[in-house]
């Protein structure tokens, strides 16, 4: 049974969605799962472009076949430790890794605008998260089921909202 890990917090004054992972790896070895393109490839999209300009085209693969680019500006990128940025959706994510004795603790956040569906965000962000977790072990996404995520988690998350 999946359950609702996440809260929603307030940080700098604004309404955040948190949601945990932990990982039995390295805080390097996360980061990689994360930014990596070709290890996002495994759970969600993949990114072209040149970072250093400060943003890049993201393709959301685990969506649809052949999805069309959306930019995404990096705000912030402190290697293996913080990464922030914003998508063309208007939407700022970020996460941030705390590694202790070779075990990785994952923080990512959502910032919250009025209006946020929170009962499809929150969701969303499980299912993808256990999807990246997933690929991180080595073993196929695709196991991760939609439909065991949504709408089961919908009302939990909806009452969340700030």
């Known amino acids: 049974m999946t359950h609702r890990t ?5 940080i700098d004054g604004q309404p955040h969605l ?4 932990t990982f039995g790896s390295p805080a390097e070895s996360v980061w990689q799962t994360f930014t990596d393109s070709d ?3 495994e759970w969600i999209g993949y990114w072209e472009g ?3 300009m400060g943003h890049v085209s993201f393709f959301m693969t685990a ?7 959306e930019r995404y500006a990096i705000l912030e ?16 994510l970020w996460f941030e890794l705390d590694e202790t004795a070779s075990v990785t603790t994952l923080s990512f956040g959502h910032r919250l605008a009025p209006g946020d569906d929170l009962g499809s965000i929150g969701p969303g ?4 998260l256990d999807r990246a977790q997933e690929a991180h072990e080595g073993r196929d996404a695709a196991a991760i089921v939609w439909d065991d995520y949504y709408p089961a988690l919908r009302d939990e998350y909806a009452a969340l909202a700030p």
């Open 6 to 10: 996440g809260a929603v917090v307030t």
């Open 18 to 21: 948190v949601i945990t992972r």
């Open 39 to 41: 290890r996002l490839r």
């Open 50 to 52: 040149d970072p250093t």
């Open 63 to 69: 969506e649809a076949e052949d999805p069309e680019p």
């Open 77 to 92: 990128c402190d290697r293996p430790r913080r990464f922030a940025g914003d998508t063309g959706a208007g939407w700022h």
């Open 125 to 128: 962000w499980e299912y993808y």
